[in-house]
């Protein structure tokens, strides 16, 4: 029915209060899984650099009684460095903006560092994950985790390996290969090619769409299929999931990498890494810059920190390059 003639309503009305909510949501994710799990360093320049060092291959070592010695050659360490990134964050909110009621605070300056330095920290996962090389100069580009893996590496057809170049001392982005899909046996293969190598593979970080590529795991007829206890009178649940795999080389953690999910060019990497041989490095840690220079009727601030990744030996590590990495065709 109709409202009565005349009837007053909130279209009318001109002196109804609003009722913006105090409370703002807000989901977009904040884990930095790689970033969170390895070390933290101090760098001590804009180019560290360390040295790889590894055993000669083993062999027949026989020798005749009473032979003259003879002395070999000293294989010397390779001597490996990264660049040092700038990140940075900022802004400026009008000192009346500051002072309105504002629905949460979001919009006023402390709110905002808050937001900036989560924001920040995402950057420096992305760089992680990003087949970007070592960038030298005034714009230095710390190389990310793609372009430092070579030795266990599993690439589709067309892909070729990056790594550090001895010349250039910058390492250089992987070649791209045709995608496919992410299996146990790719898996497999780069798990066995790290342990051969000497590494200790603990976890595993990939795009949240490849988490559901690895539960299909439990499908393959050489896995131990899950037991489960029925609950008397209790509710039945649905289990899909898993998050370890202990596989012929060492049990590993799955992680979704929700910044993966940025795009198919971060999300086409599955990373299988050994704790122990990377760390990120600050120069400078991320912090305010409290030494802005106050010019107007405004508050200005700036987030910033300077860091690499370091790999110590990425023979450690293993990558399965080119899957899908977003959906099953992309």
Known sequence: MAAPANTYSTTTAVGNKETLSNVVSRITPEDTPIYSIISKGKADGVHPEWEIDKLAAPGANVNTEGDEYTFGATAPPVRVGNYTQ????DGVVSNTQEEVSNAGDVEKVKKQKLKKGIELRKDVEFSIVSNVGSVGGA????????????????????????GFNQTTKVTVPATDGTKRAFTKALADGVMQAAYQAGGNVK????APYVKSVFVGFMSDPSVAQFRYSAEDGGRRTIVANADFYEGPFGKVLMHPNRVQAASAAVARNVFFIDPDHAEWEWLR?????????????NTKFVIIG??????????AHGVVADVFGLSPTV
Do not use: Y
């Not at 714009?139 to 990056?162: D, F, I, K, Q």
């Open 306 to 315: 300077e860091g690499h990744l370091k790999i110590s030996n990425e023979a």
């Open 203 to 206: 976890h595993v970080f990939a």
């Open 285 to 297: 840690k991320m912090k305010e810059d409290k030494d802005i220079a106050k010019t107007g009727d």
């Open 86 to 89: 700038i990140f940075r964050k």
């Open 139 to 162: 714009t230095r580009v710390s190389g990310g985790l793609p372009s430092w893996l070579e030795t266990n590496v599993s690439r589709g057809a067309g892909g070729a390996n990056g």
